[in-house]
C-alpha cells in the first residue's frame, strides 16, 4: 500500500496529465461520432464544414481512406472521383467527391426524421437559392447555403431532408457551375 | 426470327412455367430468371404484353411468320457459277434473278445517297422531286399512287432549354418514299428492311392488296422477308392515310452518331389507331401535328418530334392481313433491342445466354452448355466474317459497288456457322442471338438508343382498351339528374359491332356502381338477351333502364359494360372491348377538389366519379385534402390534345388534358397519378421512406408510365395504377394489363401500406 501511495505522490503530475490526456480524446471522439449525426454545422461563416472530420477543400484522399475506410465503390463523375461509402439507408451511399486528390464535395445521405430543414434555417437563415433536380416534383428541393458551404436536399412542406451536401464556401454562382449540374432554378413540370 | 430461336424461347418459356422450382435453383444453374427471359421476349418480338409476345413467337415457331430468306449472296453466287458449270438455264435464270436483286439494292443505296445530298439544306414546305429510275428497271407499272403526301416531313427538335427547341433535322418523308427509314446512312448501315424499304418504293405499287403486293414485291426480291414487306406496306399505307389531325403511335431508332440520323418505324398498331382516331373524329387542324415525347436512354433528356402534313385525301383503309400488324420491324427491333441489351446485359453475350434455362427441357439440346456455346459463336463470327467478305468482294466485282445486303447476308451465314457446330440447334441458337446483339453493336457502333415514342390521342398511359374486332358504344340518358328528377329513371344503351371479323360466344357484362362521399356500391342491373354471334359488320343494339330513387341524390351513377367474344377466323379468344358511361345526380361532393375551367357536366361527372374512387381510400383522400377538405386543389380544365393526360403543378393545380377524361377508368388514373404528385409534395417522410425501402431498385420503374423514368414519377405511377389496375391496360407498355400485387409486389404493398390504408380496389 505505501508503495502504491509512494507512486502517486512521486509520478502525481504525470498521471493527472495522462487522465487529462485520456478525458480529451475520449471528448474528441464522442464529438467526432456525434458531427456524422447532427446534420447542422456549427461552421462560421466561410469556413468549410466538417463532416465526419473530413474538411471540403482540405482534406486529402487518404485522409478519407483513412478516417472512413476503403469506399465501397467508386465511380467518375465530370471528372471527379467519387468514394461512396454505406450510409444508414440500404439504397443510398454517401459519397465524398474529390477534386484531384482533395474532398472537395460530400453528399450525405439523411435517414432520421430527427434532422429537418428548419434545422437548417434556423442555423443559417434563408437559403442563397433554390434549385430543383431529381425529385423535385416530389416536393425535394436543394436549399442552397452556398456561403457557408452546405445544401440540404429537403421538402419544405414537411421539412424531410433527404440529403446534405457540404463543400467549401463559395458563391451561389460558383456552385451552381461547379456542383449544380442537373439542378435548374425553375420547377419543373411533371405529368 | 427464325424458327428455331422462337422454338427455343418458347421452350425456355414453357420450361419455367412448368418448372417453378427453377427460381430457387442456385444462380450458376438457373441461367435466366423468368423476368429476364420474358424481358429479352418482349424485346425481341417488340411486343410488351407476354401473351402477345408468345403468340408472335408460336407464329415464327410454325414458320407462319417466320422469313422467307433463301441463300445469301454468297451461296447464289456459287450456285450461280454451278449452274452455268452444268448449263442449267433455267436455274441460271432463277439465280440471276435472285443475284440481280442484290444490284438493285445497291443502286438504290446510291440513288438514296444521291437523294441525301441534294437535300442538304430541305425545305419542310417543298415537296422533295421524284427520284429517278433505278439503273436496273423493274417491271412497269400502269399506275402509281404515292405512298406518302407529298408535303409531308418530318421534323426533329432537340429541347436546348425548357420550352425552347432547336431544330436538328428537317426531312422530306418522300426522299424516303415510304417514310419507313429516315437517316444520311441508313441503307449505309446495310439495314435489311430499310434496303427493302427503299426497292419497295421503286415499284410504285398499285396496291390491289397489301398480302398482293407483298408476294409481288417478293417475287422480285425473293431475299426479302415477307413479313418485313408485308409490314411495310401495311406502314406504308398506313402513312398515306394522314388526315388532318391525327395523332400516331410511332416507335424511333435514332443513332446518337451521327446526331442528326434517325431511323423511324411506325408501330404496328399504326393502321388500327388511324382506323380508330377517324371513327373517333378528332379535331381537324390546318396542318397534321404528331408530338412525341420520348426519353432518351443514355441521356435522359426529354426530346420532342414533329410530324407535320398537309391534309391528305383519306382513302378507304383496306383490310389488313392477319400478323402484319405484329410483324412490323421484326428484326429491326430485333437488332436495335439487342444492342440495347448488350449494352444493359453485356455480361449475358457469350457466356450466359440461356446457358441453362429450362434445364430440364432443354438439356439434351444445350449439351454442355458453355464449351458449346463458345464453339457456335466462334463458327457463327467464322461464318459472319467469311460471308461478308466473301458477299462484298463479288459485289464489288460485279457491280462496282460494295456494301450490300450485309446485314441479312450476314446474319443468315453466321447462322448457317452456328448450326454446323456438333450440338445443334441450341448452339446455333446462342450463336445467332450473340451475333445478333454483336453484329447490331458492330453495324451501329453501339451508339443506338432506342426509345418508345408516344403519339398517343388522349393522355398519358391510356390503355388500348379495346379490341380491334368489337365496337361497343355506350350512351347513358340523361347524364345530368338534378334533385328535382327524383325519383327517376337512368337508360344505357348499348352498341356492339363486329368491326372486321366474324365474332363468336360473344359475352356481355356490366358493372354499374353508385358512388356518393359516403362510399360506392355495386348495383345489380339485369341486362336483356343478345345475340352470341355476329356477322362481320353485323350490330345489335340493347337497352337497360335503372330506376333512381331520392336516396341517390347527389351522387355518382357508373356504369362500365365489357364485351368479350372469339373471332375464330382468326384463331383469338377473348378479344375484349369496354365502354362507359355516367350520370351525375344532384350535386355531389367533390372533396376539396374544386372545379376550374370549361368543365362540361359530363365532363365534371366523370372526374366527380374519379374522386369518389379515390375517396374509397380515405386515408388517401384525407392525406391531399385535409380532415375537413380544407386543402383546396385546383382541377383546372385545358381542352388540348397532349400526349399525357394531366399535370401537377405546385403547391395545389392539376390540370386534366383531354386525354385524361377518355373515360372514368382513365380519368380515374390520371387524377390519382396526379395526385400522387401532390400527395407527396405534402409527405416528403413517405417520398423518402420509398426510396430507402428499395421498391423501385428491386422491381424497376412501373412499365405503365412511359415519359420520365424517375423515382418520383414512379412513385405517382404506384399511386396513380392501385385504384384502376384491373380495368385499365396501359398504353405505356404497349396496352399492357399489369396484375399489381403479382407483377410490382413491393409498390403495390407499399401503396397498400402506406398510401391507401389497407383498402384494395
Known amino acids: 500500500m505505501g508503495v502504491i501511495t509512494s507512486f502517486f505522490k512521486k509520478h502525481w503530475l504525470f498521471i493527472v496529465l495522462a487522465a487529462l490526456a485520456f478525458a480529451l480524446l475520449g471528448i474528441f471522439l464522442f464529438a467526432q461520432e456525434r458531427g456524422g449525426e447532427v446534420a447542422p454545422s456549427p461552421t462560421p461563416i466561410s469556413q468549410s464544414p466538417l463532416w465526419n472530420g473530413i474538411t471540403p477543400g482540405q482534406t486529402s484522399q487518404e485522409e478519407v481512406t483513412q478516417k472512413l475506410g476503403q469506399p465501397t465503390q467508386t465511380r467518375t463523375e465530370n471528372s471527379s472521383t467519387v468514394f461512396l461509402y454505406p450510409s444508414e439507408s440500404k439504397i443510398r451511399n454517401n459519397e465524398v467527391f474529390f477534386t484531384g486528390t482533395t474532398a472537395s464535395l460530400i453528399k450525405e445521405q439523411v435517414t432520421s426524421s430527427g434532422v429537418t430543414l428548419s434545422s437548417y434555417l434556423d442555423t443559417y437563415g434563408a437559403p442563397d437559392a433554390l434549385l430543383y433536380g431529381p425529385h423535385a416534383t416530389a416536393g425535394f428541393t436543394l436549399h442552397v447555403f452556398s456561403s457557408r458551404g452546405v445544401a440540404a436536399l429537403a421538402n419544405p412542406t414537411d421539412g424531410t431532408v433527404l440529403e446534405v451536401w457540404y463543400f467549401t464556401p463559395m458563391g451561389f454562382e460558383q456552385f451552381q457551375e461547379l456542383w449544380g449540374q442537373g439542378f435548374s432554378t425553375s420547377y419543373p413540370q411533371k405529368f | ?432 442471338a450473340a451475333i445478333l446483339v454483336i453484329g447490331a453493336l458492330a453495324f451501329f457502333n453501339t451508339s443506338i438508343s432506342h426509345q418508345g415514342a408516344y403519339l398517343e390521342q388522349g393522355g398519358l398511359g391510356l390503355a388500348e382498351q379495346n379490341s380491334r374486332f368489337i365496337n361497343v358504344e355506350k350512351t347513358a340518358t340523361p347524364t345530368v339528374l338534378s334533385s328535382t328528377d327524383l325519383p327517376g329513371e337512368v337508360s344505357f344503351e348499348v352498341k356492339v359491332t363486329a368491326t372486321e371479323q366474324k365474332l363468336t360466344t360473344i359475352i356481355v357484362t356490366n358493372q354499374t356502381t353508385h358512388l356518393s362521399s359516403g362510399g360506392s356500391r355495386g348495383l345489380d342491373v339485369t341486362l336483356p338477351s343478345y345475340p352470341k354471334e355476329l356477322q362481320p359488320g353485323e350490330s345489335f343494339t340493347f337497352t337497360y333502364t335503372i330506376q333512381v330513387t331520392a336516396d341517390f341524390i347527389d351522387s355518382i351513377l357508373s356504369d362500365i359494360v365489357t364485351v368479350t367474344a372469339d373471332v375464330p377466323d382468326m384463331n383469338i379468344t377473348g378479344e375484349e372491348s369496354r365502354a362507359a358511361a355516367s350520370v351525375t345526380i344532384g350535386t355531389p361532393s367533390t372533396f376539396c377538389f374544386a372545379f376550374d375551367g370549361p368543365w362540361t357536366d359530363e365532363e365534371r361527372g366523370m372526374e366527380t366519379e374519379a374522386i369518389f374512387n379515390l375517396a374509397r381510400a380515405p386515408t388517401f383522400i384525407k392525406a391531399l385534402c385535409g380532415e375537413s377538405n380544407e386543402r383546396t386543389i385546383h382541377l383546372v380544365r385545358r381542352r388540348e390534345d397532349t400526349g399525357y393526360g394531366g399535370m401537377f403543378q405546385r403547391p395545389s393545380t392539376i390540370t386534366i388534358y383531354n386525354r385524361g377524361l377518355l373515360w372514368s377508368v382513365n380519368a380515374t388514373y390520371t387524377l390519382a397519378h396526379e395526385g400522387g404528385h401532390a400527395y407527396v409534395s405534402r409527405f416528403g417522410g413517405v417520398y423518402r421512406q420509398f426510396i430507402d425501402s428499395g421498391v423501385a431498385q428491386q422491381e424497376g420503374f412501373i412499365k405503365s408510365y412511359p415519359l420520365d423514368k424517375s423515382t418520383d414519377e414512379d412513385f405517382a405511377e404506384m399511386i396513380g395504377i392501385y385504384p384502376v389496375w384491373r380495368n385499365l391496360s396501359f398504353r405505356g407498355c404497349g396496352g399492357c394489363f399489369i396484375t399489381y400485387p403479382s407483377e410490382y409486389p413491393l409498390h403495390y404493398q407499399f401503396a397498400r401500406t402506406n398510401i391507401f390504408g389497407g383498402v384494395e380496389y
Open chain 2, 1 to 432: 426470327m427464325n424458327p428455331e430461336l422462337a422454338q427455343f424461347l418458347l421452350a425456355g418459356h414453357r420450361a419455367l412455367r412448368e418448372n417453378p422450382t427453377i427460381a430457387r435453383w442456385p444462380s450458376k444453374n438457373r441461367g435466366l430468371t423468368e423476368p429476364e427471359l420474358l424481358w429479352i421476349i418482349t424485346q425481341l418480338t417488340g411486343k410488351e404484353v407476354i401473351e402477345e409476345a408468345i403468340q408472335l413467337l408460336e407464329y415464327y415457331a410454325r414458320e407462319q411468320l417466320s422469313p422467307t430468306i433463301p441463300s445469301n449472296l454468297k451461296e447464289l453466287v456459287e450456285e450461280l457459277e454451278a449452274a452455268r458449270q452444268e448449263t442449267n438455264e433455267a436455274k441460271q435464270e432463277e439465280l440471276l434473278h435472285k443475284v440481280r436483286t442484290f444490284i438493285v439494292a445497291a443502286k438504290l443505296k446510291e440513288q438514296y445517297a444521291a437523294e441525301r445530298t441534294a437535300q442538304e439544306q430541305p425545305s419542310p414546305r417543298i415537296p422533295s422531286q421524284p427520284a429517278e429510275q433505278p439503273a436496273v428497271t423493274l417491271p412497269p407499272r400502269e399506275e402509281v399512287i404515292p405512298l406518302v403526301p407529298t408535303e409531308l416531313y418530318l421534323e426533329i427538335s432537340r429541347p436546348i432549354q425548357k420550352g425552347i427547341t432547336r431544330t436538328i433535322a428537317s426531312l422530306p418523308a418522300q426522299a424516303v418514299r415510304g417514310a419507313l427509314s429516315l437517316g444520311q446512312e441508313a441503307l449505309g448501315r446495310k439495314e435489311p428492311s430499310t434496303v427493302n424499304a427503299l426497292a419497295f418504293a421503286q415499284l410504285g405499287v398499285t396496291a390491289v392488296s397489301f398480302q398482293q403486293t407483298a408476294d409481288e414485291f417478293q417475287r422480285q426480291n425473293p431475299y426479302a422477308e415477307k413479313s418485313v414487306v408485308s409490314a411495310l406496306l401495311a406502314q406504308a399505307h398506313a402513312l398515306s392515310q394522314f388526315e388532318r389531325g391525327h395523332r400516331l403511335y410511332m416507335s424511333l431508332t435514332r443513332t446518337i452518331h451521327p446526331p442528326n440520323t434517325l431511323h423511324l418505324a411506325l408501330s404496328p398498331s399504326l393502321p388500327q389507331r388511324v382506323r380508330e382516331e377517324r371513327e373517333e373524329k378528332t379535331p381537324k387542324r390546318q396542318t397534321l401535328r404528331i408530338v412525341i415525347d420520348r426519353v432518351t436512354q443514355q441521356v435522359n433528356t426529354v426530346e420532342r418530334i414533329r410530324l407535320t402534313a398537309a391534309p391528305a385525301p383519306l382513302p378507304s383503309l383496306p383490310a389488313i392481313p392477319a400478323g402484319v400488324q405484329q410483324a412490323v420491324s421484326v428484326r429491326k427491333n430485333i437488332i436495335s433491342q439487342a444492342s440495347i441489351w448488350a449494352r444493359k446485359f453485356p455480361f449475358y453475350v457469350g457466356r450466359t445466354l440461356f446457358p441453362q434455362v429450362g434445364k430440364a427441357t432443354m438439356q439434351a439440346a444445350v449439351g454442355p452448355g458453355q464449351q458449346l456455346v463458345v464453339g457456335g459463336l466462334r463458327g457463327g463470327f467464322e461464318a459472319l466474317g467469311g460471308v461478308g467478305r466473301g458477299t462484298f468482294g463479288f459485289l464489288g466485282r460485279l457491280a462496282g459497288v460494295g456494301g450490300v445486303g450485309g446485314g441479312t447476308t450476314a446474319v443468315g451465314g453466321a447462322v448457317a456457322g452456328g448450326v454446323g457446330i456438333p450440338g445443334g440447334t441450341a448452339v446455333a441458337l446462342v450463336a445467332v
